[in-house]
């Protein structure tokens, strides 16, 4: 389910559909959260970042960014494998986004 919604959520962001687009990276993330998958959980909110940032909702990308770092923060000495998944995953323009904060955590300047 989590690559449908994924897959779905990349569909209506080509499309422009911002606010079916959430919704689906919504469905991913709840899902991610209930399973513990912390790579799904960061990818969700990164596409949820990205689609608000399309949508120039400027807080919401800011605050879906803010979570995804966190994530990285929790992962301890497991972060930099976490950024580099979710840019093997091709969602390199959002990660570089996140990363060109100077607050950034280490390993995601690393990115």
């Known amino acids: 389910m989590i690559t449908?919604?994924?897959?779905?959520?990349?569909?209506?962001?080509?499309?422009?559909?911002?606010?079916?687009?959430i919704a689906s990276a919504q469905a991913m993330l709840q899902i991610a959260v209930e399973t513990g998958d912390a790579f799904?959980?960061?990818?969700?909110?990164?596409?949820?970042?990205?689609?608000s940032y399309r949508a120039h909702r400027f807080a919401d990308?800011?605050?879906?960014?803010?979570?995804?770092?966190?994530?990285?923060?929790?992962?301890?000495?497991?972060?930099p494998d976490l950024v580099s998944a979710w840019i093997a995953t091709k969602n390199a323009a959002a990660v570089a986004a996140i990363a060109a904060d100077d607050s950034a955590p280490t390993p995601a300047r690393k990115a």
């Open 4 to 21: 449908l919604h994924y897959t779905r959520a990349q569909a209506l962001l080509l499309k422009g559909d911002w606010d079916n687009s």
């Open 61 to 79: 990308a800011l605050e879906y960014a803010e979570r995804a770092r966190a994530l990285v923060d929790e992962a301890g000495n497991d972060g």
């Open 40 to 51: 799904q959980e960061g990818l969700a909110l990164i596409q949820m970042g990205f689609t």
